[in-house]
């Protein structure tokens, strides 16, 4: 990993001011904890109230339009506000400070939940210390971001094999005419350029015959989320989930810098 010091300049844009909504608190915040079901009603809080209605996202949405041909219907942008809120968290040195590196897990999610079950306090956020919150494989990184985007209503995510060594996600939509669309979700900068995002072109998503959707659930509705972890996961997305995807692009290629990433 590379010292932190070198790079403390740079983090100080990186840290987010937190301050958790009333609304994402449960009960089981007073014993250290939240659970999967109350962090994906908090998510879905936000997504409906702040991220669909940014003027930002929508402009992103038609860029995907155009560069697609996706549908512009109501059902088929709450779900790319979806995808691209989850996309941004879950990614490699994305908003919840994931960091990719070789694990030769399975391609789910456990590992990731499993670590993130012993995060303690609040020193893996705080700019002196910065760390990942979870370091995964990018079949993990992928299978997290389907798990949770379908825990949030997405229908039709799943993994995708572009080389016999590496996976990303799809997002299977649709166009004007219902006929299906595949949208590469690249959990890690892996065989790509800096720059690629959501709905990169560097991958085909046609390569591979068949996308299955992630049906897997990877951690139980009452599974507990220590409250320091899920504070960090819910303001993240509160307080950036509308930037332009340019400046969370340079930012998450900043964080790789430090966290020794992809």
């Known amino acids: 990993m590379l010292g932190f010091k070198k790079y403390k300049c740079i983090t100080t844009v990186l840290i987010f001011a937190l301050s958790l909504p009333v609304f994402a608190l449960g009960e089981g915040t007073a014993s250290g904890y939240v659970t999967y079901s109350e962090l994906i009603s908090s998510l ?6 702040e991220i669909e209605t940014s003027e930002v996202i929508k402009a992103e949405f038609v860029a995907l339009q155009q560069s697609h041909g996706i549908a512009g219907s109501e059902r088929v942008y709450r779900e790319f506000v979806r995808v691209r809120t989850i996309f941004e968290a879950t990614r490699d040195s994305g908003l919840w400070q994931l960091r990719w590196g070789i694990t030769d897990k399975e391609p789910n999610s456990d590992s990731i939940w499993h670590q993130w079950d012993a995060l303690v306090g609040n020193s893996f956020w705080e700019k002196e210390s910065l760390q990942p919150t979870a370091i995964a494989e990018c079949d993990e990184l992928s299978a997290l971001f389907a798990f949770i985007s379908s825990s949030l209503g997405v229908k039709n995510v799943g993994l995708f094999w ?24 690249p959990t890690s900068q892996v065989f ?19 996308i299955y959707r992630y049906h897997r659930q990877d951690v139980k509705k009452d599974h507990k989320i220590p409250v320091s972890l899920a504070r960090m996961m819910i303001d993240r997305v509160k307080d950036n989930g509308t930037m332009p995807s340019s400046l969370l692009q340079e930012r998450r290629n900043l964080t790789s810098k430090i966290f020794g990433g992809s």
């Open 192 to 210: 790509i350029s800096a720059n690629a995002t959501l709905g990169t072109k560097e991958f085909d998503p046609y390569k591979q015959k068949t």
């Open 44 to 49: 879905e809080n936000i997504i409906k109230n």
């Open 162 to 185: 572009p080389t016999w060594n590496h996976t990303v996600a799809v997002w299977t939509t649709e166009n004007e005419q219902g006929e299906p669309v595949r949208i590469v979700i």
